[in-house]
């Protein structure tokens, strides 16, 4: 099956920390450059959509893993078929919601 990942909200060091967050290096480090906030993608039997970052999708995975196998999670928390989860990133983490979608 297949499940769309919408980015829903990316958030910024100064989100976190009230404050740009600069590292060892001097840099300031700015939200996550990989996503944009509405975009769509497609993951097709629980494989990483091209481009996906691969620190993001291993904190979703499992999530795209349930949903496309056919399962659900907590009917109090979402509807059946979605989920909503977060990258880790602790400076500058960025908000999915997952729908499976159903195929015909």
Known sequence: MKVKITVIKKFNSIDVFGKEYINPKGKVIPECPVFKVGQEL???????PDGFCGFGWRAIQPEVMVLAFGGNFWESWTEP????????????????????????
Do not use: N, Q, W, Y
């Open 42 to 48: 497609i993951s097709k039997d629980g494989e990483k």
């Open 81 to 104: 078929g979605t989920m909503f989860v977060a990258c880790p990133d602790g400076i500058r983490p960025v908000c999915f919601k997952l729908e499976r979608i159903e195929e015909k």
